[in-house]
């Protein structure tokens, strides 16, 4: 009698565990994009739908404003941008413009929805379709990186030929210039070793989009890494210049 | 009136210095091309180019090229540290976006 009393109380309290997971559901799918979820809300009486889709579509509205407040950051950053070339800037104007529409427009979807399951696509949407903070957030400040790192290396570049032009007449006059010469060849190395991985970067980033970043979630690891060499790089070259003009004027 | 020189005196003297002034001038302009002369003399052809030596010992030096004084060179370096100095702070701003990629899957469902 006593062990049937206990089996009654665990089918109780089972059912209400599996009553309230049920509940909860909807709102555990747009809590995580990467769970699907049909959200049909079978198991919702009419009332409780109707208030986690009022639920869904606030908090939806919230996400989607604070996406659309970063995306105009962006944009503010990439007009202000004075070394962005004029193409890499056009390019990443455009699609910031098209990610604020393509989000303004699934804001007034989303708040027209009048079922649970076609909310939850909506607001499922806003991570997967766009990709504000996982993707374009920091695509842009890494072409922006990468394109004033080869802003700096073009004028490295230009200060390389200058300082080899004063050791070439230098040496012409008879003077002795062969430490300043080993130090601009370690300089020129350090320049094309940075131009290389800079433009690499460049090219390699730009194009990425949301589809790409949902196919491959470490899409962007290792282009931090490798842009901080470059910039190594730039710095050293940038101490050998140093070096040089110094021994220029001491001659 | 032995001090008073005649009208055609004074004429004469007048074209004596006149002659005086020639020949001063005709002697310069000679003594000027001859030195010159000589001076076009020391330009020597060398392998089909020319070399004009130098009438002092000092080593010849070529003029530097456009920017590439010690001025232009020092304002470079600044120029490039202020790029550096761009790119730093790029970086950063980097590094923070990529730690920010977490926002996009944090949402609030409460």
Same mark, same amino acid.
């Given at each position: 009698?006593?062990?049937?009393?206990?089996?009654?109380?665990?089918?109780?309290?089972?059912?209400?565990?599996?009553?309230? #997971?049920?509940? *909860?559901?909807?709102?555990?799918?747009?809590?995580?994009?990467?769970?699907?979820?049909?959200?049909?809300?079978?198991?919702?009486?009419?009332?409780?739908?109707?208030?986690?889709?009022? !639920?869904?579509?606030?908090?939806? =509205?919230?996400?989607?404003?604070?996406?659309?407040?970063?995306?105009?950051?962006?944009?503010?950053?990439?007009?202000?941008?004075?070394?962005?070339?004029?193409?890499?800037?056009?390019?990443?104007?455009?699609?910031?413009?098209?990610?604020?529409?393509?989000?303004?427009?699934?804001?007034?979807?989303?708040?027209?929805?009048?079922?649970?399951?076609?909310?939850?696509? !909506?607001?499922?949407?806003?991570?997967?379709?766009?990709?504000?903070? *996982?993707?374009?957030?920091?695509?842009? %400040?890494?072409?922006?990186?990468?394109?004033?790192?080869?802003?700096?290396?073009?004028?490295?570049?230009?200060?390389?030929?200058?300082?080899?032009?004063?050791?070439?007449? +230098?040496?012409?006059?008879?003077?002795?210039?062969?430490?300043?010469?080993?130090?601009?060849?370690?300089?020129?190395?350090?320049?094309?070793?940075?131009?290389?991985?800079?433009?690499?970067?460049?090219?390699?980033?730009?194009?990425?989009?949301?589809? +790409?970043?949902?196919?491959?979630?470490?899409?962007?690891?290792?282009?931090?890494?490798?842009?901080?060499?470059?910039?190594? !790089?730039?710095?050293?070259?940038?101490?050998?210049?140093?070096?040089?003009?110094?021994?220029?004027?001491?001659? | 009136?032995?001090?008073?020189?005649?009208?055609?005196?004074?004429?004469?003297?007048?074209?004596?210095?006149?002659?005086?002034?020639?020949?001063?001038?005709?002697?310069?302009?000679?003594? %000027?091309?001859?030195?010159?002369?000589? !001076?076009?003399?020391?330009?020597?052809?060398? #392998?089909?180019?020319?070399?004009?030596?130098?009438?002092?010992?000092?080593?010849?030096?070529?003029?530097?090229?456009?920017?590439?004084?010690?001025?232009?060179?020092?304002?470079?370096?600044?120029?490039?540290?202020?790029?550096?100095?761009?790119?730093?702070? =790029?970086?950063?701003?980097?590094?923070?976006?990529?730690?920010?990629?977490?926002?996009?899957?944090?949402?609030?469902?409460?």
């Amino acid at each position: 009698m006593q062990k049937l009393t206990s089996i009654r109380r665990i089918l109780g309290i089972s059912s209400g565990l599996l009553t309230v #997971g049920l509940l *909860a559901i909807p709102s555990f799918a747009l809590g995580n994009p990467a769970t699907t979820s049909s959200g049909s809300g079978s198991t919702l009486t009419t009332t409780e739908q109707q208030q986690h889709l009022a !639920d869904i579509q606030q908090k939806g =509205d919230a996400e989607i404003n604070r996406r659309l407040g970063q995306l105009n950051k962006l944009d503010g950053i990439i007009a202000a941008a004075t070394h962005l070339t004029p193409s890499d800037q056009a390019y990443l104007t455009a699609e910031v413009n098209a990610e604020v529409s393509g989000l303004t427009a699934l804001e007034t979807k989303l708040n027209a929805e009048t079922t649970l399951s076609a909310a939850i696509a !909506d607001a499922q949407n806003i991570f997967t379709e766009y990709r504000v903070y *996982a993707l374009v957030t920091p695509k842009v %400040w890494l072409v922006k990186t990468a394109d004033d790192q080869q802003s700096v290396e073009a004028k490295l570049s230009t200060l390389s030929g200058k300082l080899q032009s004063r050791i070439t007449a +230098d040496q012409n006059a008879g003077k002795n210039v062969t430490s300043l010469q080993g130090t601009l060849n370690s300089m020129n190395t350090q320049i094309s070793d940075a131009q290389s991985i800079s433009s690499s970067v460049e090219a390699t980033v730009l194009p990425l989009q949301p589809a +790409d970043y949902d196919t491959d979630h470490s899409i962007l690891s290792g282009y931090r890494s490798k842009l901080q060499t470059a910039q190594s !790089d730039d710095q050293t070259a940038d101490s050998d210049a140093t070096t040089i003009v110094t021994g220029l004027k001491s001659l | 009136m032995p001090n008073k020189l005649r009208k055609s005196d004074s004429g004469s003297a007048f074209l004596e210095i006149i002659l005086i002034v020639l020949v001063v001038v005709v002697v310069g302009l000679v003594a %000027w091309k001859i030195k010159k002369d000589h !001076d076009d003399k020391k330009t020597a052809t060398i #392998g089909g180019t020319t070399a004009t030596s130098s009438t002092t010992s000092v080593p010849v030096t070529s003029p530097l090229q456009s920017g590439t004084d010690n001025a232009s060179l020092s304002s470079d370096l600044t120029n490039i540290n202020s790029g550096l100095s761009q790119t730093n702070q =790029d970086g950063a701003a980097s590094n923070t976006a990529i730690n920010d990629q977490q926002q996009e899957i944090t949402v609030p469902t409460n």
